[in-house]
């Protein structure tokens, strides 16, 4: 995962970590634990809402949540 390209993203969106969580209906230590791998993933529900938030094109969320450093 592109943590650094997420929270770009959410901040040119003008959106805060906890409005991502607001978003999506979890806590925000879920989204910092979600983006610092310690526990659990973004679900493709999830995805779905953050590409709709966000207009994220398949290319962005190709390069966000399936970076190179994921695939293991």
């Known amino acids: 995962m592109d943590v650094l390209l997420f929270k770009y993203l959410a901040a ?31 679900s493709r529900g999830d995805i779905a809402k953050l590409k709709a938030r966000w207009k994220l094109t398949p290319q962005d969320i190709d390069a966000i ?3 190179e450093d994921t695939v293991k």
């Open 12 to 42: 040119k969106n003008g959106d805060a970590m906890r409005d991502v969580a607001r978003a999506l209906k979890v806590s925000t230590a879920t989204i910092s634990n979600r983006l610092t791998n310690k526990r659990g993933d973004f």
């Open 65 to 67: 949540f399936f970076s």
